[in-house]
């Protein structure tokens, strides 16, 4: 069974740093992974993915030069280092792994999906 599991997550204050881990058990997975995340009343939106190599990754506009995307396949585990945290980052942060075809900018297009970190930024 394949799962997905998040944390790091937590409550830290404006210009602090957190750093979100994605563990993966079940199988070894060679796919693009992402990060997106949901904040009350909004939908979930894409933050940053990462290749099966790691070799190419991206990010959406808000978080470049902030957040940093990388993964460990040995360890089957994916990071986000967000720093220079904003209240405006608030929303509990997910982690999925993207199928074979589509874009990696859109949720539809993954296949798994953790359960979520709450990321808290206090002004």
């Known amino acids: 069974q394949v799962q997905l599991v998040e944390s790091g997550g937590g409550l830290v204050q404006a210009g602090g740093s957190l750093r979100l881990s994605c563990t993966a058990s079940?199988?070894?997975?060679?796919?693009?992974m992402g990060w997106f995340r949901q904040a009350p009343g909004k939908e979930r939106e894409f933050v940053a993915a990462i290749s099966w190599n790691g070799d190419g990754t991206d990010y959406v506009d808000s978080v470049k030069g902030r957040f940093t995307i990388s993964r460990d396949n040995p360890k089957n585990t994916m990071y986000l280092q967000m720093n220079s945290l904003k209240p405006e980052d608030t929303a509990v942060y997910y982690c999925g792994v993207k199928r074979e075809s589509g874009s990696y900018y859109y949720r539809q297009f993954y296949g798994y999906w953790g359960q979520g970190t709450q990321v808290t930024v206090s002004s």
């Open positions: 079940g199988r070894t997975f060679t796919s693009t």
